[in-house]
């Protein structure tokens, strides 16, 4: 669709994304878009892998590829060794990286499970596991205020919260913030 999707929060027995720049829900015929390309990878049964990546090689991937947020948690974690194990997948020729904090599965044909795709009225859109989701709108409106709270504070990801932490700087209004949700 050409749209970057940014965030993404459990919601019920969901995923909240956002597309950069959008802030009301994501239309029907968009969710269909993402919908058959996201069939399209499942069906390729692309082999999802640990890669052990050159430091310099994984933070220039992360920043060339307009992931800041992913070369600015790398930086935080220099590997041991000076490799980065990141899960790859490749795609049409080209080979696509993510942080290794949790594990994924061995192929994108592993994904059976029937999933759906809806825009949802505080923006964006939710991968929902199955048909109906089973929204938490306390849940979303309490990140929605936390997300405003920390961009006053300066955080937008978790990379800047550590950067918050390691110097101080704003550390109390963000708690603030977070308590008093």
Request: aromatic fraction near 8%; proline fraction near 3%; charge should be neutral.
């Amino acid at each position: 669709s050409g749209k970057r999707i940014k965030g993404g929060h459990s919601i019920g027995n969901g995923h909240w994304y956002k597309f950069e720049g959008e802030d009301g829900p994501t239309s029907a015929s968009d969710c269909e878009k993402v919908h058959k390309e996201m069939q399209a990878v499942i069906n390729k049964g692309a082999k999802i892998s640990v890669e052990l990546v050159p430091f310099k090689d994984a933070l220039d991937y992360f920043l060339s590829n307009n992931q800041p947020i992913s070369a600015k948690l790398l930086s935080k974690r220099v590997p041991i060794g000076g490799k980065a194990a990141l899960r790859a997948c490749t795609l049409e020729d080209k080979t696509h990286y993510r942080h290794n904090f949790f594990k994924l599965m061995g192929s994108t044909a592993d994904l059976t499970r029937e999933f759906s795709l809806t825009g949802y009225e505080a923006g964006g859109l939710v991968l929902c596991q199955g048909t109906v989701l089973f929204d938490q709108p306390a849940l979303c409106q309490g990140l929605s205020e936390l997300i405003t709270w920390g961009h006053r504070a300066g955080v937008t990801s978790t990379a800047d919260l550590v950067d918050v932490v390691e110097g101080e700087a704003m550390q109390g209004t963000f708690i603030h913030a977070a308590e008093t949700r």
